[in-house]
DNA sequence: GAATAATCGACCAAAATATTCGAAATATTT
DNA sequence: AAATATTTCGAATATTTTGGTCGATTATTC
């Protein structure tokens, strides 16, 4: 709060008159940050045609942006929660979302008869089960691990299984 | 201490069995890789023969090992202190060693006719100020200035000024 | 199997941090 | 310019975190 209070020039109670707490505050936060990543996605994803390029888009659009909003990695990731812990309590609230677009690139390459897809609702909780994995890593990690590379990687493998024929 | 004792795997109290602090834990940790930092810095002066080269050994050893020595680094400089604060309070302690060997290597430059140097204590302490005062933006700022070019220019100020001619 | 070494969980005091409160300053309306 | 509403603040309080203690318990050694 203190440091809030710095960065904004204020008072530390002079916060409280627009926000009731510390947690409200970073729901704010997070929520904002989830807004330009959604509009990033979509417009990404609007950006090509097929669906494999959209799946590609997304997935890169995706790690790319959770990379850049690093403000909550900043201010929390220092010790408070396992990181995987985190991640995860973070999203809760915007996993439908990501799946309702993941659904909807699938069912679309499904009628396009380039996907098979048996059940979308699952293929796409699978997907975002990777995705997930993938982002404990990517803090986690050192930073100079090649991301694209491995990104690349889990998508091939990712449309191999995929991909009709 | 609860993260110490994480990384341990042993219960918080049982730390305090061996260590009667947590500052007694930090001081163990700089002494140790003060220790490391010594040896570094003396091998390095010995693999050159001539005094400014022994001297740009120094400052680069010196100031490269302190950017890989980041356990104190990441372990305290979060917020607890302002950083060059911080930095001179680790310091303390060995400085007095710090200024022995600048001591050296100016006497044997001057002793072999290639340093001008009045007073070896003082420009000992000189050069090391100046070196200190490296550190300081060293942690500060971004990663991305480049080091060795800014290294490189500061020695040459310094030998400009020192060196006979 | 007694003596010593090592580990632990539960607890405490103090430091750090979030939050409240009343009042003062500032802006807006009447 | 009085009255009212909004915003800011410092000081006080409440809550959480954290370094450290203690007695009991479990390994290890002789």
Same mark, same amino acid.
């Given at each position: 709060?203190?440091?809030?209070?710095?960065? $904004?020039?204020? *008072?530390?109670?002079?916060?409280?008159?627009?926000?009731?707490?510390?947690?409200?505050?970073?729901?704010?936060?997070?929520?904002?940050?989830?807004?330009?990543?959604?509009?990033? $996605?979509?417009?990404?994803?609007?950006?090509?045609?097929?669906?494999?390029? /959209?799946?590609?888009?997304?997935?890169?659009?995706?790690? /790319?942006?959770?990379?850049?909003?690093?403000?909550?990695?900043?201010?929390?990731?220092?010790?408070? &929660?396992?990181?995987?812990?985190?991640?995860?309590?973070?999203?809760? =609230?915007?996993?439908?979302?990501?799946?309702?677009?993941?659904?909807?690139?699938?069912?679309? *390459?499904? =009628? =396009? /008869?380039? %996907?098979?897809?048996?059940?979308?609702?699952?293929?796409? &909780?699978?997907?975002?089960?990777?995705?997930? *994995? $993938?982002?404990?890593?990517?803090?986690?990690?050192?930073?100079?691990?090649?991301?694209?590379?491995?990104?690349?990687?889990?998508?091939?493998?990712? %449309?191999? *299984?995929?991909?009709? /024929?």
């Amino acid at each position: 709060m203190e440091e809030v209070a710095k960065a $904004l020039k204020m *008072g530390k109670s002079s916060i409280y008159y627009y926000f009731n707490s510390k947690e409200e505050i970073f729901d704010a936060v997070v929520l904002y940050e989830a807004n330009i990543l959604r509009n990033e $996605l979509t417009t990404a994803i609007k950006s090509v045609e097929s669906p494999i390029g /959209k799946m590609e888009k997304y997935v890169f659009v995706r790690m /790319k942006s959770f990379e850049k909003l690093s403000n909550y990695y900043n201010a929390i990731f220092d010790k408070n &929660l396992d990181h995987f812990e985190f991640i995860e309590k973070i999203r809760e =609230k915007y996993d439908r979302e990501e799946i309702a677009i993941l659904r909807l690139i699938l069912y679309d *390459g499904a =009628k =396009k /008869k380039i %996907f098979k897809v048996k059940n979308s609702e699952y293929t796409a &909780l699978a997907i975002q089960t990777t995705l997930k *994995g $993938l982002e404990v890593p990517l803090f986690w990690q050192k930073r100079e691990v090649n991301i694209d590379q491995r990104l690349k990687a889990i998508l091939d493998v990712l %449309f191999y *299984g995929i991909v009709l /024929k």
